[in-house]
Nanobody, 122 residues
């Protein structure tokens, strides 16, 4: 079965950086669209970034220029490099996968990891 395991979260000061990783198994990773979503306490889960099978990327406006999504198909691993972090970036970050093209909707991603907490202090 498909398994997605996130890592790399933690506590960081505003302005700092973190890199999240998502190790995938049970799917043909190179053929899947992979995405990052986040959910802050009391809020809906929201789209952060996604990358498709050909390396195309898309970002939420709130993270453009600060976050970079990338993938290593040889390692079946997805990354999210986060820079210039702000307290508003505090959330649980989730890795997700879908077999079709990029989507911004969490409802169109059938596979999810368990999430990793990112906390940005001011």
């Amino acid at each position: 079965q498909v398994q997605l395991v996130e890592s790399g979260g933690g506590l960081v000061q505003a302005g700092g950086s973190l890199r999240l990783s998502c190790a995938a198994s049970g799917l043909t990773f190179s053929m899947y669209t992979m995405g990052w979503f986040r959910q802050a306490s009391g809020k809906e889960r929201e789209f952060v970034a996604a990358t498709n099978w050909s390396g195309g990327t898309s970002y939420a406006d709130s993270v453009k220029g600060r976050f970079t999504i990338s993938r290593d198909n040889a390692k079946n691993t997805l990354y999210l490099q986060m820079k210039s972090l702000e307290p508003e970036d505090t959330a649980v970050y989730y890795c997700a996968a879908r077999a079709r093209g990029i989507s911004y909707s969490r409802y169109e991603f059938p596979y999810w990891g368990q999430g990793t907490q990112v906390t940005v202090s001011s």
